[in-house]
């Protein structure tokens, strides 16, 4: 059984910074894609970045040159650098996996709360 589980969400005021975690219980690099995913009130959920297992990265264009998505192999453990924080960026952040190399993942954390003040 997969699991993902984040941490490092909160509260914090705009142009500040946050960084999200997801301990993962295999091997990072045995998923295809890993990937972070948010959910504003109201609206769908939408992908912010996600790190192939080749190491190519993709971001929203409303997250790219603030957040940062890495990976820690001997740590199982992927991380999301969130800096220049917008209220716009509030949200709650979901840690994804894909066992192939597409779009559609196939395991998810439970969320992390991340609240940007004005």
């Known amino acids: 059984q997969v699991q993902l589980v984040e941490s490092g969400g909160g509260l914090v005021q705009a142009g500040g910074s946050l960084r999200l975690s997801c301990a993962t219980s295999?091997?990072?690099?045995?998923?295809?894609?890993m990937g972070w995913y948010r959910q504003a009130p109201g609206k769908q959920r939408e992908l912010v970045a996600r790190?192939?297992?080749?190491?190519?990265?993709n971001y929203a264009d409303s997250v790219k040159d603030r957040f940062t998505i890495s990976g820690d192999s001997a740590r199982n453990t992927v991380y999301l650098q969130m800096n220049n924080l917008k209220s716009e960026d509030t949200a709650v952040y979901y840690c994804?996996?894909?066992?192939?190399?597409?779009?559609?993942?196939?395991?998810w954390g439970q969320g992390t709360q991340v609240t940007v003040s004005s």
């Open positions: 994804a996996a894909n066992r192939d190399l597409g779009y559609n993942p196939d395991y």
């Open positions: 295999g091997y990072i690099f045995s998923f295809g894609v």
């Open positions: 790190i192939t297992r080749l190491g190519n990265t």
